[in-house]
Each structure stands twice: as structure tokens, then as C-alpha cells.
């Protein structure tokens, strides 16, 4: 792969498995030094070896994002070893427990979902960003799920989590302008990570209904390296033709198109 992302550092939470670990292996052939943020000090390390094995920068500290101290000190320990912080993807995440109807879902593991998925985010970018737009530059690549965006019974716990998020980053985006920082949302596809095994085990799920893990790293290599500035605020897919949906940015934009919306009136509606 083509060194796009010499000489920059990314961070990633979530980054001792799964889309994270893949992310990280992408982000090293790209040439970038790698910060891997995890509560498994024993899984960032394994990957953290892997790619100064293959002749890469990376470093590995220990957090749970949902502790804005643990991981302040952790971005803080990263930086130390690879420099200031010009990606970051916050990718940390969990499934919400099993399905159930609302009504019938543990409070407390719901709750615990949107202090991962939602909460932890927002301390990512508190732990990250200031840092970035003090030197006005800097790139935020939020990993989200169409899931965000659907009514999937059983599922109010990480639907809910993954529609604050990309409502976060959209916002993010406008907070930002004008600073050299960009917040963007990417969504894997089913990705089969030990996450979405249970699924896999239990569901009916067509074999072609799962997405290749590696195009969701090769999209945000591209988001790292800017080709993905234009859309900033929206989500895109990792089966998404980037190049085209950048050619009609600014449509998009205007449109609310890959992005959370309601829309309104019944101009144009048949009432038959």
C-alpha cells in the first residue's frame, strides 16, 4: 500500500481487535505510527508487537473510554511516544448485550452501551481534538452502523447508541469548520468480529449479507489521508464508491443526503 499516511500519528480506540486491530495493520502499511487505546492490555500489545515486527511505529495504553481521565492519560502516554495525534478513530464499541424488546432489555446494559459507544466517543474527542485544532489540522473518523439509522427490532440499546453517534459527528463537523479539522462517520457492514460471532451462530444471515473487513480498513485509510474532507458530517459505507459520492459533495450536503433527517410536509403526498 502506498505510504499515504507517513509521518502522521493515528490513534484507535477499540484497537486491540476486530475493525480496530484491522484499521491499525492498514493504517501501519500506510506509514503511519499507531496508538492502540483498549481495556485488554494483553490484546493492544499482540497488536502492537505485530506491527513493530513488520517495522511500523505503535504503542499500546490501557483505557476505558467511558473514564475521561483513564483515557486523557492514555492519549497522553501515546503522544509521548509517537507525536501528536493527526487521526483519530474512535471505533470502541458494544453490541448492547442480547436482543430484546425494549421493554424487556437490562436498564443497566443499556445504559452501559451509550457510556461505551456514544459517551466514550465524546471523551475521545475531548482527550484528542484540542490538541488537533490547536495545530489546525487533524481528522476524526467516527465508526458507526446503518443499525443508526433503522428501527431493527431488539436493538434499541446499540441502534440508539450508533444514531447518537452519528448525529455527534455531524455536529462535530459543523463545530469545526474552519479549524482544519474533520469529523466523519464511516459504517463496516457486517463485519464478522467476535462482536457480531453471536449473530453469525444464531441468525440466519445469507453469507453475502457479510462485508470484508479489509475494505472498511482501506476506507479509512482513505478518510486518514483527506480524500473523504469534502463530505465531512455525513456517513459513508465501506461498499460506498467514495470518489463518486465525493464528486457530489456538495449535493449531498444540501440534500441531508447520508445523514440523519426527518422529513417533513405532505406537499406531493396522494392521499389515495
Given at each position: 500500500?502506498?505510504?499515504?499516511?507517513?509521518?502522521?500519528?493515528?490513534?484507535?480506540?477499540?484497537g486491540?481487535?476486530?475493525?480496530?486491530?484491522?484499521?491499525?495493520?492498514?493504517?501501519?502499511?500506510?506509514?503511519?505510527?499507531?496508538?492502540?487505546?483498549?481495556?485488554?492490555?494483553?490484546?493492544?500489545?499482540?497488536?502492537?508487537?505485530?506491527?513493530?515486527?513488520?517495522?511500523?511505529?505503535?504503542w499500546?495504553?490501557?483505557a476505558?473510554?467511558?473514564?475521561?481521565?483513564?483515557?486523557?492519560?492514555?492519549?497522553?502516554?501515546?503522544?509521548?511516544?509517537?507525536?501528536?495525534?493527526?487521526v483519530?478513530?474512535?471505533?470502541?464499541?458494544?453490541?448492547?448485550?442480547?436482543?430484546?424488546?425494549?421493554?424487556?432489555a437490562?436498564?443497566?446494559?443499556?445504559?452501559?452501551?451509550?457510556e461505551?459507544?456514544?459517551?466514550?466517543?465524546?471523551?475521545?474527542?475531548?482527550?484528542?481534538?484540542?490538541?488537533?485544532?490547536?495545530?489546525?489540522?487533524?481528522?476524526v473518523?467516527?465508526?458507526?452502523?446503518?443499525?443508526?439509522?433503522?428501527?431493527?427490532p431488539?436493538?434499541?440499546?446499540?441502534?440508539?447508541?450508533?444514531?447518537?453517534?452519528?448525529?455527534?459527528?455531524?455536529?462535530?463537523?459543523a463545530?469545526?469548520?474552519?479549524?482544519?479539522?474533520?469529523?466523519?462517520?464511516?459504517?463496516?457492514?457486517?463485519?464478522?468480529?467476535?462482536?457480531?460471532?453471536?449473530?453469525?451462530?444464531?441468525?440466519?444471515?445469507p453469507?453475502?449479507?457479510?462485508?470484508?473487513?479489509?475494505?472498511?480498513?482501506?476506507?479509512?485509510?482513505?478518510?486518514?489521508?483527506?480524500?473523504?474532507?469534502?463530505?465531512?458530517?455525513?456517513?459513508?459505507?465501506?461498499?460506498?464508491?467514495?470518489?463518486?459520492?465525493?464528486?457530489?459533495?456538495?449535493?449531498?450536503?444540501?440534500?441531508?443526503?447520508?445523514?440523519?433527517?426527518?422529513?417533513?410536509?405532505?406537499?406531493?403526498l396522494?392521499?389515495?
Amino acid at each position: 500500500m502506498e505510504q499515504r499516511l507517513k509521518n502522521t500519528t493515528a490513534i484507535v480506540t477499540g484497537g486491540g481487535r476486530g475493525i480496530g486491530a484491522a484499521a491499525a495493520r492498514a493504517f501501519a502499511r500506510a506509514g503511519a505510527a499507531v496508538g492502540l487505546i483498549a481495556r485488554s492490555d494483553h490484546e493492544i500489545e499482540v497488536v502492537a508487537d505485530e506491527l513493530r515486527e513488520a517495522g511500523g511505529r505503535a504503542w499500546g495504553a490501557v483505557a476505558d473510554v467511558s473514564d475521561l481521565d483513564a483515557l486523557r492519560a492514555a492519549v497522553e502516554a501515546i503522544e509521548r511516544e509517537l507525536g501528536p495525534t493527526d487521526v483519530l478513530v474512535s471505533n470502541a464499541g458494544v453490541s448492547g448485550g442480547p436482543p430484546a424488546p425494549a421493554w424487556a432489555a437490562d436498564p443497566s446494559t443499556w445504559w452501559r452501551t451509550q457510556e461505551i459507544n456514544v459517551l466514550g466517543a465524546l471523551h475521545a474527542v475531548h482527550a484528542v481534538v484540542p490538541g488537533m485544532v490547536a495545530r489546525g489540522r487533524g481528522r476524526v473518523i467516527h465508526v458507526g452502523s446503518l443499525i443508526g439509522t433503522r428501527s431493527m427490532p431488539g436493538s434499541s440499546a446499540y441502534a440508539s447508541s450508533k444514531a447518537s453517534l452519528l448525529r455527534l459527528a455531524e455536529v462535530l463537523a459543523a463545530d469545526l469548520e474552519g479549524t482544519g479539522v474533520v469529523s466523519i462517520s464511516m459504517s463496516p457492514g457486517l463485519v464478522l468480529t467476535r462482536m457480531t460471532q453471536p449473530m453469525k451462530d444464531h441468525l440466519d444471515i445469507p453469507d453475502e449479507a457479510w462485508s470484508d473487513i479489509g475494505k472498511s480498513a482501506d476506507l479509512m485509510v482513505r478518510l486518514a489521508a483527506g480524500d473523504g474532507d469534502p463530505l465531512a458530517g455525513t456517513m459513508v459505507h465501506a461498499e460506498d464508491d467514495l470518489d463518486a459520492l465525493v464528486a457530489r459533495a456538495q449535493e449531498i450536503r444540501e440534500r441531508g443526503w447520508y445523514a440523519l433527517r426527518m422529513v417533513r410536509g405532505l406537499e406531493g403526498l396522494d392521499p389515495a
